[in-house]
């Protein structure tokens, strides 16, 4: 299994400013996936991360707001930006490898709130 | 369109009683994966259980299992002998396995929330 530290794990933002969460991996993935979990609810996927290139938006979800870069196969990161209250979420990454039983694998989250 | 639905919102259950979450699934694909994974406070997410479509036995971890019925395309989580930790927010996932159309994304049901009381 994969371990996942995501930083940080809990932030407090005014409106209208932007936030930087990272994702390590203790080994190389294939995959690298961005979630939006507001709370109580179920997990909305934001974006596939693809390492070398523009990552890939869910419907609803664009570049703008949510810049992703994936330097290499053990990093990401996801910005936030201009945000609003309606961004108050959990945010979490997950990581999978093809061909290893489809296992995802995910990270603490973090624990956005925006005042 | 491929959709997981959970029907249960909240479900409790007195501790070393049994207990069984039902989860149904709508894919046209025949070659896929079944997932519960767990929710606690910590809001970590964490494995629980996985089964492969192609296979007939249910799996089995421990004190949980899963009753997996492809042509009903449902898959339940039976906890016996639940215990206060296992209180959670429990999330039923599908994926289809890899191939020229598939994308590795989870797709998720909308989640029980399960209480477990002394």
Known sequence: SAVISQKPSRDICQRGTSLTIQCQVDSQVTMMFWYRQQPGQSLTLIATANQGSEATYESGFVIDKFPISRPNLTFSTLTVSNMSPEDSSIYLCSVSNRGLNNEQFFGPGTRLTVL | ?118
Not at chain 2, 66 to 84: E, G, H, M, R, T
Not at chain 2, 88 to 97: D, K, L, S, V
Request: hydrophobic share 30%; aromatic share 12%; net charge neutral.
């Open chain 2, 1 to 118: 369109a491929q959709t997981v639905t959970q029907s249960q919102p909240e479900m409790s259950v007195q501790e070393a009683e049994t207990v069984t979450l039902s989860c149904t699934y709508d894919t046209s694909e025949n070659n896929y994966y079944l997932f519960w994974y767990k929710q606690p406070p910590s809001r970590q997410m964490i494995l629980v259980i996985r089964q492969e479509a192609y296979k007939q036995q249910n799996a089995t971890e421990n004190r949980f299992s899963v009753n997996f019925q492809k042509a009903a395309k449902s898959f339940s989580l039976k906890i016996s002998d639940s215990q206060l930790g296992d209180t959670a927010m429990y999330f039923c996932a599908f994926i289809t396995t890899y191939g020229s159309s598939n994308t590795g994304k989870l797709i998720f049901g909308q989640g029980t929330t399960l209480q477990v009381k002394p």
